[in-house]
């Protein structure tokens, strides 16, 4: 159904990882109360998060930096392979590359992943039904960020791969009625000092 009003969806990727992924690093949890400081002039009406401790305390602090609202836990936010392509969608010159990365992908991972890849387009994206305009956030992880900018691009649903974000970083993306989606801002760190930018890419893709 086509809304009468735009959603405003904002996207975080969650603040640096322990290496067992049990919670967050110190540089995660500053990560995550900056961003959160950010976010304090925006109408937001939700922050949804995925439930696993990285993206859940993460989602705790950023909510700690804002007005009283809903903090949702919610499996369609959550760490998944949203689509594993075949061989003949990639480019010929990254697809031994791509299905390497893949490899490991087990069938049921498969198909819970394309399951949750469409719930999340269903419950995230689009125009909303009303007459106010919608914020929301997704405390997610670089998959679902990935999938969720690559449908507002209109790009092969393989397109996913190769899109990186980093930690705490924040996207956002606009749905208006009648207008394709449009990407505002991508992979920003404005609200990070330089010390705290791009963890969770490799030294040599820090720019």
Same mark, same amino acid.
């Given at each position: 159904?086509?809304? #009468?009003?735009?959603?405003?969806?904002?996207?975080?990727?969650?603040?640096?990882?322990?290496?067992?992924?049990?919670?967050? #690093?110190?540089?995660?949890?500053?990560?995550?109360?900056? +961003?959160?400081?950010? =976010?304090?002039?925006?109408?937001?009406?939700?922050?949804?998060?995925?439930?696993?401790?990285?993206?859940?305390?993460?989602?705790?602090?950023?909510?700690?930096? =804002?007005?009283?609202?809903?903090?949702? #836990?919610? $499996?369609?936010?959550?760490?998944?392979? /949203?689509?594993? /392509?075949?061989?003949?969608?990639?480019?010929?010159?990254?697809?031994?590359?791509?299905?390497?990365?893949?490899?490991?992908?087990?069938?049921? $991972?498969?198909?819970?992943?394309?399951? +949750?890849?469409?719930?999340?387009?269903?419950?995230?994206?689009?125009?909303?039904?009303?007459?106010?305009?919608?914020?929301? =956030?997704?405390?997610?992880?670089?998959?679902?960020?990935?999938?969720?900018?690559?449908?507002?691009?209109?790009?092969?649903?393989?397109?996913?791969?190769? =899109?990186?974000?980093?930690?705490?970083?924040?996207?956002?993306?606009?749905?208006?009625?009648?207008?394709?989606?449009?990407?505002?801002?991508?992979?920003?760190?404005?609200?990070?000092?330089?010390?705290?930018?791009?963890?969770?890419?490799?030294?040599?893709?820090?720019?």
């Amino acid at each position: 159904m086509t809304g #009468t009003a735009t959603r405003y969806l904002y996207l975080a990727r969650h603040g640096e990882a322990l290496p067992d992924e049990s919670g967050l #690093t110190p540089a995660g949890r500053q990560q995550a109360t900056l +961003l959160g400081r950010r =976010l304090r002039d925006i109408p937001l009406t939700a922050v949804h998060h995925g439930p696993l401790p990285r993206a859940a305390q993460t989602a705790r602090l950023i909510h700690d930096q =804002l007005k009283d609202l809903p903090l949702l #836990t919610s $499996e369609v936010a959550g760490d998944y392979v /949203p689509y594993v /392509p075949q061989k003949d969608e990639l480019p010929p010159e990254a697809s031994d590359f791509y299905l390497r990365f893949l490899a490991d992908t087990t069938d049921e $991972e498969r198909e819970q992943g394309a399951v +949750l890849a469409r719930q999340a387009l269903d419950l995230f994206t689009g125009p909303v039904d009303g007459e106010e305009d919608r914020h929301e =956030l997704v405390v997610t992880h670089n998959f679902l960020v990935a999938w969720l900018v690559r449908d507002a691009l209109h790009a092969p649903k393989w397109r996913w791969l190769g =899109l990186n974000h980093a930690n705490a970083a924040l996207t956002v993306i606009r749905y208006a009625p009648g207008r394709a989606a449009s990407v505002l801002v991508a992979n920003d760190m404005r609200h990070l000092p330089t010390e705290l930018r791009w963890t969770g890419f490799p030294p040599e893709q820090h720019i």
